[in-house]
């Protein structure tokens, strides 16, 4: 075991120290760049691709993508390094948006877009970090965690928010010293009793495999720091950690990545781990049989050519209700195994045996390259992703998607690139998709290219968006809600002059981030005075996934004849202090 308790890091900032001397850039030299697997000479294969989607023609399906706020991220030129790439990242909670990118955070009003704080890591931290930035809003405790090298990238700082609003501050900052010497490509995740940090140890014995560093949660949001670290089955390159978001139970951490290698493979690798706070932990591997994938080779833009890498690794990794969701770049027998598309993965792990329920290529086309994607799930089942995208024609852009279900799938941009990749070497190195507080709406944060590509060599996006179909209904949600208590809500969808709630299917009905089921009869009485049939449903509270600081929910569910309706209504927390 590891403890320390870290009052102040060291309170000078030192200079960045890359600038640029013509368009022939720097890599982010913070990060080790090894060679990728030769896979040239292996054999193209014809296994079953599995179910492809192609944004071109997703808006001929059902539904669609509504694309909520959208607003500019931080961009090269203000992110305080003159390096590349951004290390696009972003978490969502309570009413904020939180970004960091190569080396600065930024936090934004979500509502509004307004910057709200707007700083270089190392003012952040208290110490110049050496980049490689990840945040994540841990919903089980109300709390952020921003992560990222140290001073000389030997080892690692951690910040820990002292309550749900970011802008209020954080804890001193957390300082690992023995994590290896180069802790690369690190990710965070969490779940009920700890907090994970992943990363490829690059230090003198380290032999860039994947090394796990195990943080007591109660200790850390307390001030002490308290940690160990475990060896898994080789991996390279990422093995991110999941985020673990409403574990009640503790004692499971789930990692998906591809099995060992970033070469390729035919199987994905589940990862559990337990007795983690301890000295012996546990790892059990599940590998789960997929189709064929391999090394991305070729990239292209009009006018020219975009690196690939890295690619063939997952960068993250989303829990919700016992399902665990991911993706990665890499490229299929589709075209010989040439250009990067996205695959994702859904992987049950409810059960004793984690399963693969569902998984898919993002393919829209011969030529076309899908780099960093990432993937999340909502409280219905709908899978929210984002991805790059380039092409002879058309410039480094950032996507969204949906796809539900049913499996209606529906795309839309949400940056359209604007001009050349100057800065090509580095892609990436990854992007994030997360899940509002609502349960139903995504936040998606990645990079494209702008007009100015020739001295704003990078630009990031930051993207809420939903699915479109359902018919929009008020509901009326009591003004206050305990989140805490073991009561009930009671919630009224309203009939309106275009919408009768007498026809809502009530066995249909979820409600709150959790999803949760009506737990008494439903009864069909005028709630608001108006004259109009009104349907009154209770649910638990405890299995809605309301929490302290939520101040709206969200309801779906179907009419009797199966059109899908969607509301939203606003309350009040009480009893949080």
């Avoid at 951690?158 to 010293?177: E, I, M, R, W």
């Avoid at 249909?508 to 949760?516: E, H, I, M, Q, Y």
Wanted: charged share 15%; net charge negative; aromatic share 10%.
């Amino acid at each position: 075991m590891r403890t320390m308790h870290t009052k102040q890091v060291m309170s000078a900032a030192v200079t960045c120290g890359l600038t640029f001397t013509s368009i022939a850039l720097f890599s982010q030299q913070v990060s080790p760049v090894g060679p990728p697997v030769p896979i040239q000479n292996l054999a193209p294969s014809n296994e079953e691709l599995g179910e492809t989607f192609d944004p071109n023609t997703s808006f001929a399906t059902p539904g669609g993508v509504i694309i909520g706020q959208s607003y500019e991220g931080i961009d090269f030129l203000h992110s305080d390094c003159s390096c590349l790439p951004p290390d696009t990242n972003a978490a969502v909670g309570n009413n904020f948006v939180v970004e960091t990118v190569n080396f600065h955070i930024r936090i934004f009003d979500k509502t509004t877009g307004s910057i709200l704080l707007d700083q270089s890591l190392a003012s952040f931290f208290g110490a110049f970090s050496a980049g490689d930035p990840y945040v994540v809003y841990d919903d089980t405790v109300d709390r952020w965690y921003v992560s990222a090298f140290d001073s000389d990238h030997s080892g690692l700082f951690l910040a820990v928010s002292v309550d749900g609003n970011p802008v209020h501050g954080f804890l001193s900052t957390y300082h690992f010293t023995d994590v290896g010497g180069f802790p690369d490509y690190q990710k965070s995740g969490f779940n009920k009793d700890a907090i994970f940090i992943s990363y490829n140890d690059f230090g003198p014995s380290g032999g860039a495999a994947a090394t796990i560093v195990s943080i007591d949660k109660a200790a850390a949001l307390s001030g002490t720091l308290t940690y160990f670290i475990s060896h898994p089955l080789f991996q390279f390159r990422g093995m991110p950690p999941a985020q673990m978001h409403g574990d009640t139970a503790g004692g499971v951490e789930w990692f998906v990545s591809t099995d060992g290698t970033e070469a390729g493979g035919t199987t994905i690798r589940v990862t559990k781990l337990t007795n983690y706070l301890s000295n012996s932990p546990t790892f059990s591997y599940t590998s789960l049989p997929v189709p064929e994938y391999r090394y991305a080779q070729l990239a292209a833009q009009p006018g020219g050519v975009v690196t690939t890498f890295p690619n063939t690794t997952t960068t993250q990794v989303q829990y919700h209700k016992g399902h665990l969701v991911t993706a990665m770049a890499s490229s299929t027998g589709s075209d010989n195994f040439m250009y990067p598309k996205g695959l994702f993965y859904q992987v049950d792990v409810s059960g004793v045996t984690p399963t693969l329920l569902k998984h898919g290529v993002i393919d829209p086309g011969p030529g076309v390259a899908v780099q960093m994607p990432s993937v999340d799930e909502n409280s219905q089942g709908t899978l929210g992703l984002t991805w790059m995208e380039s092409s002879t024609t058309e410039y480094l852009s950032m996507w969204v998607a949906t796809l539900d279900t049913a499996g209606n799938f529906a795309a839309a941009v949400a940056a359209p690139g604007g001009g050349f990749l100057f800065a090509n070497n580095r892609i990436g190195d990854y992007s994030t998709t997360v899940l509002d507080p609502d349960g139903r709406t995504f936040w998606s944060a990645n990079e494209y290219i702008g007009g100015d590509g020739s001295s704003n060599f990078w630009r990031t996006q930051i993207t809420s968006f939903t699915t479109v179909g359902a018919i929009q209904v008020p509901i009326d949600v009591r003004d206050s809600i305990n989140s805490r208590s073991n009561g009930i809500i009671q919630v009224a969808v309203l009939s309106s002059s275009t919408f009768n709630a007498a026809t809502v299917d009530p066995l249909s009905v979820r409600f709150g981030p959790d999803g949760a089921q009506p737990v008494q009869e439903a009864r069909i009485h005028d709630a608001n005075g108006d004259g109009l049939p009104d349907l009154a449903l209770h649910f638990r509270t405890q299995q809605t996934g309301i929490e302290c600081g939520h101040t709206s929910a969200s309801l779906t569910g179907q009419t009797l004849d199966g059109q899908a309706i969607e509301g939203s209504g606003a309350f009040r927390t009480v009893g949080c202090k």
